[in-house]
Nanobody
Framework: QVQVVESGGGLVQAGGSLRLSCAAS????????MGWFRQAPGKEREFVAT????????YYTDSVKGRFTISRANARNTVYLQMNSLKPEDTAVYYC????????????????????WGQGTQVTVSS
């Protein structure tokens, strides 16, 4: 079992950047494919990006392609989401999630595909 904790959220102006971190504990993060989701007020939780256990494969939702980059440092048990050219519509609580590297589907884009979740970190983009 793994526990994940997000950090790095905050308030930024449109066009700015933030880097979110997801620190894992309990089991090595290399045992898991990892994902980032977000949830805006009054909306359902939506998929943002996912990365395979080795970092060799990534997948993004269309709205963030070319602006966001997911990466991981397994030696540090950490996954990152670099967010550039932020827009007000990126405002949401961002969640990190994990699913075991064996048996899961790729890419895993539904919240129900993931077994472990963090508490989230708020990202607010002002216009």
């Amino acid at each position: 079992q793994v526990q994940v904790v997000e950090s790095g959220g905050g308030l930024v102006q449109a066009g700015g950047s933030l880097r979110l971190s997801c620190a894992a504990s309990g089991r090595t993060v290399s045992s898991y494919n990892m994902g980032w989701f977000r949830q805006a007020p009054g909306k359902e939780r939506e998929f943002v990006a996912t990365i395979s256990w080795s970092g060799g494969s990534t997948y993004y939702t269309d709205s963030v392609k070319g602006r966001f980059t997911i990466s991981r440092a397994n030696a540090r048990n950490t996954v990152y989401l670099q967010m550039n050219s932020l827009k007000p519509e990126d405002t949401a609580v961002y969640y990190c999630a994990a699913v075991g590297r064996y048996g899961g589907k790729w890419p895993a884009v539904a919240p129900t595909d993931y077994a472990y979740w963090g508490q989230g970190t708020q990202v607010t983009v002002s216009s």
